[in-house]
């Protein structure tokens, strides 16, 4: 396993950071987002959703656990956010494996809380807040 870093040092070079991730990872769909409240997870996601060209807006599952958005070309994405979920029981309700192994791109918030139920070749993504309230993305694969 190796890591790669990308800097988001201001918000308006969010879209390109998100161009740049993506680029990074042509085969792979299925990404877990790691980072404390606030460090900017469901903004990264927004943007990279935007990159991949969500129509409409693309807002946090956080009482959904997981929002559908439906792109140009006609694909779906799925962005979820298990920090709500009391039981990883919640997660196999909602079906996760039709949604994880269903070849579309699938972006998880608070992953930590169901990372049993990962695939095996999911991308980590650590996001931590600097100093200097820049963003720095880890990047785990």
Same mark, same amino acid.
């Given at each position: 396993m190796h890591s790669k870093s990308l800097i988001i040092s201001h918000l308006k070079e969010i879209n390109s950071v998100a161009k740049a991730f993506l680029e !990074?990872?042509?085969?792979? =769909?299925?990404?877990a987002f790691f980072g404390?409240?606030?460090?900017g997870k469901t903004t990264f996601i927004k943007a990279i959703c935007k990159e991949l060209g969500v129509i409409g807006n693309s807002n946090?599952?956080?009482?959904? !656990?997981?929002?559908e958005y439906p792109t140009k070309s006609n694909q779906?994405? *799925?962005?979820?956010?298990? *920090?709500r979920i009391n039981n990883i029981s919640e997660v196999y309700d909602l079906g996760y494996e039709e *949604?994880?192994?269903?070849?579309?791109y699938c972006f998880i918030e608070w992953p930590e809380k169901i990372e049993e139920l990962l695939p095996e070749?999911?991308? =980590? /993504?650590?996001?931590? /807040?600097?100093?200097?309230?820049s963003r720095t993305l880890t990047i785990e694969i």
């Open positions: !990074l990872f042509p085969n792979d =769909k299925v990404f404390t409240m606030g460090s946090s599952p956080t009482f959904a !656990l997981v929002n779906i994405i *799925y962005h979820f956010d298990f *920090y *949604y994880f192994y269903s070849g579309n070749n999911f991308v =980590k /993504v650590n996001i931590t /807040v600097n100093d200097d309230n």
